[in-house]
Every structure is written in structure tokens, then in C-alpha cells.
């Protein structure tokens, strides 16, 4: 039995402007619960009852007052609390140890030139910004010593702690390459660098007792900046060893020992379109998701701190619906399981709906989901590469001569970061391409009678008829739903097609499941695409 239910949605919504939330439809299957390891670390405005962890900041110099003497008091406090990510600060001169300084009377504070000024360090202090480089000798002699001595303690194995910043270093404990052209002069080279790099994260990696998942290294996934060094061999040198494709060193060593990661950048939504650490790679102008790779295969932290939205230098223009939602929906495609969210109340329905699916796989995720969309890549050049679509166990791709489809409404960011998107696309009436084709992964859906509510998003702009048609459980590989009749009010929509009899055999054009018909008269706009399982997988 095919029903077709088309909810009418308010507020009128010309191409070229902000999205509403009244144009979505965010509903998931009364079955479907949070999973495990996932949820938020932070937010602004939450409902009550809403429970987030706790990021718990504790220093170097509170744990280790002496030589030999550790005070494992407050990690032994959290433990008695709600769960909580773990941030160690012990780079910053005023979270090491005093006796450091005194045993090591050579080791030099560095001032932190971005910029040059003194912060707060979130514990009440006021830091000069003077920092101890962690590859001194001795520095790292001591903190070794630190770190066998909190693996001892075996608080990595303890349920209450979700995560563990690291490598540790700089504000706010947020890692990046830093003092190059220092290294430089003190004869350090990039091999020497990265062998110490390497060291200090399998310490962290052995701290954990084997839960190495949990740590979670704070530094960028693809390129890293290094610093004029002062002459082009020397830092040419730096950079070639550092920034390797489409990673950079110390990302891919932290992520090939089993760290976890987190990213604060992920309001600025068209980056992170190729992170080889994450999984993620560029393919044909499409950002793909590689679910088998290792970091995500693995149950390890994956977040990131979606909470700039008009605040931390973005312009006002983007706390709105549309950035956060974007923002939210960059997260899920790429498989992150724990946000710091927003302001809560620009989209709830919307956070309500990340909530319940974050940290779902292809095997217990109740909903595939395709945004059609096109974009530059502006993370390492202005304009970077054209990313096509974010799929999320949905694809969208031009099928041949009658599937071709052309980008429409653009939406100009006022944040420079993200530049201009095409958040939709639209059939080519004009050059005879009647159809949108779309995709289910097998892994979701393939063979078989499933019961699937497909939910689409779309322009009323004309007076058209239009339908969809999917290859069902039997022989009929293009069987059409029910007519959607346009009034043309300029609304953003979504209809929900009932359906209850999908196969999704691969059996359609370009080894499609289904596909959008325009009726081929009007050309139709689309902007988004879910496919909702109505029974809960077994």
C-alpha cells in the first residue's frame, strides 16, 4: 500500500534565502533510542533534563606537587561524578610543576605570539601565555615518568571517563604545530620532531590500559601550518615532512595508534571534505565516507564544538537555521558521535533529530539521508575543489541522458570561511533530464519487502505533477508513487512517500534504487532526501 502524505509547511521561502525550520521534517520511528557513546559535551540554552559530560580540566602541577609525589585527588573526585572528557593542562608554565624549572634550570619558556597577549585558562587564572616546549629533554623525561605513573592508577578503564584531550599543549589544551622557527635554531629537525611526537603519543597510548579510543587528539586532520622558519630550505623542509596529501603527520600517527579525535570547525561546513585519517576522501567531486576504515570502524571519541554561530569571530548573519543545520548535518555525515552543541534553541527539532542518531552505524541506523548540494572546498585554497552532495548511506549521482541534473540555490554565506553553496539541484527539462536518481547502500537496504518512509524536500515554484518510482520486492523496477500536485507558492516543503514494499535491488539506471520524475513538464528542485526503515532492524 503507497500513501502519500504532503505536509504543508508555513513562512514563504524564495530560493535565495535563509532556510526555515518548518521546511523539514526531522521524524524517526517511534523505536528508535541513543546510542551508546554518543551524546553532547557541552551546549547553550539545553531543555531540561538534558545531560551533557563533564570537561573536566585538571593541571600537571595539582597532580605532581613534587618530585616522585603524585595527588590523584581530583581525578579520583570526578570519578564520582557524571561522565567526562579529560583535559590535562601541562604545557602552560603556570599548570607545570614548580620543581620542573628548578631540576631543569635550562628549560625556556616560549611566548605564545597568537597572539601575543594573556588569556584566562578556564580555572580562573590569568596565563602570560608562556608555554614550555614538551620536547625538551628533560620535559619529557618528566611527564614520562607522569604518564606511567597514571597508568598505574588505571583510570582510562573507568566508564566515567569518556575521553582524554591530548597530546596536550597551548590554550586551552588545543594541539598545532607551534615555535618552528625556535626548533629550528635549537637544532631540532623535522625527524627529530615527529620521533618525539611519536614518542609522547604511544605514552599517552599506554596510559590507557588498552582504551586508547578514548583519547582524543585535539589537532587538525589535513593541513598544518608551519611557520617561517626565516629561509625557504629549512622550511620547505618542515613542510614537506609535516603535511603529507591529504594529512599531516601528526594526525596520522595519533589516529594509526587508535586515538579518537575532535574537530572545532565544523561550523565552517565546507570544510573537512578530505581528511584521509577520518575516512573521508574526494572522489569524482564527491565526498565519500569510508565506514570500514579503522578510525571509524572502531567504537573511538569522534566530536567536534559546533558552538560558534554568530560568537568566536563568525558574523551575526550566520547564527540562523541554515548554519546550524548544516553545520549538525556535516557532523552526522561524518560520522561523528559527540557534539558541543549550540545555542539549542535555533533548532530543536533538529538537535532532537541529531541526538537520536548520533553514533549510528549502516547496521542500526534507522534513517539514509542525501543532501544535494555543491560547494568549494575553501579549507586549503580560495576557491578549493567543487564537493558534490552529503550522503549519509544515500547517494544522489547523474545518470546518463536522462538523469543529469543542475546545481541551483545559492545561499552566500557572511562567513568567509564558508563562501557560497548550491543547496539544492534541480532536473533539466531543457536538456531532455526528467529524473534525480538516488542510491540506497546495500549494507541499509538490498532484497527483500521493507517498509520505508522516503521523505523529499522541495520546491513549490510551478504548477507540475511529480512522483517518485522505486524498485520494489518484485519484478516491477520502476513502480510509481502517487501524484504530488504543486501550487506554486514559492514554499520550501516536505512530502513523506509510504511505501511498503522496497527490494532497492540496484535494479534502475546507473545502478540506482529509485528516482524523483518531474512529470516532464516543470523542471523540480530538490534540496533533501531521507529514507526512513518504519520497522526497527533486526
Known amino acids: 500500500m503507497i500513501g502519500v502524505l504532503l505536509v504543508a509547511l508555513c513562512a514563504i521561502q524564495p530560493v535565495h534565502t535563509a532556510q526555515q525550520s518548518s521546511e523539514d521534517d526531522w521524524t524517526l520511528p517511534w523505536w528508535v533510542q541513543r546510542t551508546s557513546n554518543s551524546g553532547l ?56 610543576p614548580t620543581w620542573l624549572k628548578t631540576k631543569y634550570p635550562g628549560l625556556t619558556a616560549q611566548r605564545f605570539r597568537w597572539p601575543d597577549a594573556p588569556y584566562p585558562d578556564t580555572l580562573g587564572n590569568t596565563s602570560a601565555g608562556d608555554f614550555y616546549p614538551p620536547w625538551h629533554a628533560g620535559f619529557e623525561a618528566e611527564f614520562h615518568k607522569f604518564l606511567l605513573a597514571f597508568k598505574a592508577r588505571n583510570y582510562a578503564s573507568d566508564a566515567k571517563m569518556v575521553g582524554w584531550y591530548v597530546p596536550g599543549g597551548w590554550k586551552w589544551n588545543e594541539w598545532s604545530l607551534k615555535w618552528v622557527p625556535e626548533m629550528t ?34 589537532g587538525v586532520p589535513g ?45 565552517w561546513f565546507n570544510y573537512r571534505t578530505q581528511a584521509s585519517d577520518w575516512g573521508t576522501a574526494l572522489t569524482a567531486n564527491y565526498m565519500v565516507t569510508n565506514d570500514a576504515h579503522p578510525f571509524l570502524a572502531s567504537s573511538r571519541f569522534f566530536g567536534t564544538e559546533n558552538e560558534c554561530f554568530g560568537t568566536c569571530g563568525q558574523p551575526a548573519g550566520t547564527a540562523d537555521y541554515y548554519h546550524v543545520k548544516m553545520a549538525t548535518l556535516k557532523a552526522l555525515q561524518l560520522r561523528m558521535n559527540w557534539v558541543f552543541l549550540g545555542n539549542y534553541n535555533l533548532a530543536p527539532a533538529l538537535f ?35 564537493v558534490r552532495n552529503w550522503e549519509r548511506w544515500l547517494i544522489q549521482r547523474e545518470v546518463s541522458p536522462n538523469g543529469l541534473t543542475v546545481r541551483t540555490a545559492p545561499v552566500r554565506s557572511p562567513a568567509s570561511q564558508i563562501g557560497t553553496s548550491y543547496e539544492a539541484r534541480r532536473t533539466n527539462r531543457a536538456g531532455a533530464s526528467d529524473f534525480i536518481y538516488f542510491g540506497v547502500d546495500d549494507a541499509f537496504i538490498k532484497g527483500g519487502s521493507t517498509d520505508v518512509d522516503i521523505y523529499v524536500t522541495y520546491l513549490d ?53 529509485f528516482r524523483l520524475y518531474n512529470g516532464g513538464v516543470e523542471d523540480l528542485t530538490v534540496r533533501f532526501v531521507r529514507v526512513v526503515k518504519v520497522n526497527p532492524p533486526l
Open 185 to 218: 635554531r635549537q637544532g631540532i629537525t623535522p625527524t627529530t620532531y615527529l620521533a618525539w611526537f611519536n614518542r609522547l603519543m604511544m605514552d599517552y597510548v599506554s596510559a590507557t590500559n588498552g582504551h586508547a579510543g578514548k583519547l582524543i587528539y585535539t
Open 223 to 267: 593541513e598544518e601550518w608551519v611557520e617561517w622558519t626565516g629561509d625557504s630550505g629549512t622550511y620547505n623542509a618542515w613542510v614537506t615532512a609535516i603535511n603529507t596529501g591529504s594529512t599531516n603527520a601528526m594526525s596520522a600517527t595519533a589516529l594509526s595508534l587508535g586515538a579518537g579525535a575532535r574537530d572545532g570547525s565544523t561550523e
Open 461 to 513: 515554484n510551478n504548477y507540475a505533477k511529480w512522483r517518485l518510482s522505486y524498485d520494489s520486492d518484485s519484478a516491477t523496477i520502476y513502480k510509481p508513487t502517487a501524484w504530488v500536485t504543486n501550487i506554486a507558492d514559492g514554499k520550501w516543503k516536505t512530502v513523506k512517500f509510504a511505501i511498503g514494499d522496497a527490494g532497492f535491488n540496484n535494479r534502475q539506471s546507473g545502478g540506482m534504487d
Open 352 to 386: 532532537q533529530y541529531m541526538l537520536k542518531t548520533l553514533g549510528k552505524t549502516v547496521a542500526d541506523s534507522p534513517d539514509a539521508w542525501c543532501a544535494l548540494r555543491e560547494a568549494n572546498d575553501t579549507e586549503r585554497s580560495k576557491p578549493g575543489p567543487v
Open 41 to 96: 559535551y557541552g551546549g547553550f540554552n539545553l531543555p531540561a533534563g538534558e545531560t551533557t559530560l563533564k570537561l573536566a580540566t585538571v593541571t600537571w602541577r595539582q597532580l605532581n606537587p613534587s618530585e616522585g609525589v603524585y595527588n590523584w585527588s581530583a581525578i579520583d573526585a570526578l570519578l564520582t561524578g557524571r561522565p567526562f572528557i579529560l583535559r590535562l593542562y601541562n604545557t602552560d608554565v603556570i599548570h607545570c
